[in-house]
């Protein structure tokens, strides 16, 4: 049985998005250049190797990258990750995560950028929480975010099929939202203000001073019926851990808050999920999450049947990905102007 979701990963959806690639910067060249393109797609030589020069590893330290990651806990062969700026010179594709960047932690190489050599923009914060694009305007080749258009789409999580799953959690309470950073200005922070006025919401985290440890947050989120997955900013395709992690995987029934109804059933069924936007009030909403009787609880958990949740929180993982969109990328493609793109 085929999915009622478009799964992002299909191959379908791969050549959806390098079609849409190319047509785009196809016209980008007539427009503003006017000079010829070759086409795209086309892999380096067989059986060579990538090396990806990750120019300053995002957050913290390096893990470990001595032994082949990519090919050892990602079974991508043929792709070598490495955070030593010696190799430069000899680095296919060298990536750039926008929030050291943004910090002054990292700039960007003194050094000529080497003939075929690409570079790659990274962030998996939204446009709200992403600052100075300006400054990087024809600087680069390929973007990876959580946006579906981009050249490496990196998603927070994404269902994968898989038949056996653990039963859904015993609930003791109706609606749970975990919040660390609460802005009374927020969208999210109206919502749940208003929603709050009709039923109880049960707050945990730093916000509510009643922080989680890591290893406390799903066993609370799953003990109840609902989880408010608000995202802090509402933009195209961001859809995140809130989601993927607080809410589905935890077994608790997301209440979403972000990008519209129709861009999560690009991730996600219909029936998986209830949207804010499905009520015209949240008395409404409320009303709805209150009387729900058990078959129709039970009807959100389809979707166990034949998938899990995968998350992605690995940087190797997502970087390892590179090597394997690589041959599908456009090699002639540049970003003029980064900021247009992203705050579209
Ligand atoms: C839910 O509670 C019932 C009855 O107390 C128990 O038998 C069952 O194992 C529990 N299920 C889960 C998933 O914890
Ligand atoms: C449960 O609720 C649904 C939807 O509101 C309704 O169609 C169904 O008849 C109800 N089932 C029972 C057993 O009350």
């Known amino acids: 049985m085929e999915a009622d979701f478009h799964h992002p990963s299909s191959p379908l959806q791969g050549l959806d998005s390098t079609l849409a690639t190319i047509f785009a910067v196809i016209l980008w060249n007539l427009n503003l250049h006017g000079y010829q393109f070759e086409v795209p797609g086309i892999a380096l030589g067989h059986g060579k190797s990538l090396t990806i020069l990750i120019w300053h590893w995002p957050f913290h330290h390096p893990p470990n990258l001595s032994t082949d990651v990519c090919a050892d806990l990602y079974r991508m062969k043929g792709c070598q990750l490495t955070v030593d700026h010696r190799l430069f010179s000899q680095?296919?594709?060298?990536?750039?995560?926008?929030?050291e960047l943004q910090l002054g932690k990292a700039r960007l190489p003194k050094e000529k950028r080497p003939p075929g050599q690409k570079w790659v923009w990274v962030t998996l914060e939204s446009p709200t929480n992403t600052k100075g694009l300006a400054r990087w305007h024809q600087t680069f080749n390929w973007v990876m975010t959580y946006r579906r258009d981009s050249d490496i789409f990196m998603p927070y999580g994404e269902l994968v099929p898989n038949s056996a799953n653990p039963d859904i959690p015993n609930k003791t309470g109706l609606v749970s939202w975990v919040i660390s950073n609460y802005h009374h200005r927020q969208r999210r922070a109206e919502v749940y203000r208003d929603l709050s006025r009709h039923l109880r919401v049960d707050m945990y985290g730093?916000?509510?001073?009643k922080p989680l440890c890591p290893d406390c947050l799903l066993p609370t989120t799953s003990r109840y019926k609902f989880y408010l997955a608000f995202e802090n900013s509402i933009h195209q395709d961001y859809i995140t851990e809130k989601l993927w992690r607080n809410a589905l995987l935890a077994g608790s029934v997301p209440?979403?808050?972000?990008?519209?109804?129709?861009?999560?059933?690009?991730?996600?069924p219909a029936d998986s999920f209830i949207h804010v936007e499905d009520f015209s009030s949240m008395k409404e909403l409320a009303g709805f999450l209150k009387t729900m009787n058990s078959s129709r609880y039970q009807?959100?958990?389809?979707?166990?049947?034949?998938?899990?949740?995968?998350?992605?929180?690995?940087?190797?993982?997502?970087?390892?990905?590179?090597?394997?969109?690589?041959?599908?990328?456009?090699?002639?493609?540049?970003?003029?102007?980064?900021?247009?793109?992203?705050?579209?």
């Open 91 to 99: 680095a296919d594709v060298v990536v750039f995560h926008h929030r």
């Open 206 to 209: 730093k916000a509510s001073h």
């Open 255 to 268: 209440v979403v808050l972000g990008p519209p109804r129709a861009a999560y059933e690009m991730f996600i």
């Open 299 to 344: 009807a959100f958990f389809e979707w166990r049947k034949r998938y899990g949740v995968k998350l992605y929180t690995d940087w190797r993982e997502r970087f390892c990905t590179i090597c394997t969109r690589y041959p599908h990328l456009n090699q002639e493609q540049i970003y003029l102007d980064l900021e247009s793109w992203f705050s579209a």
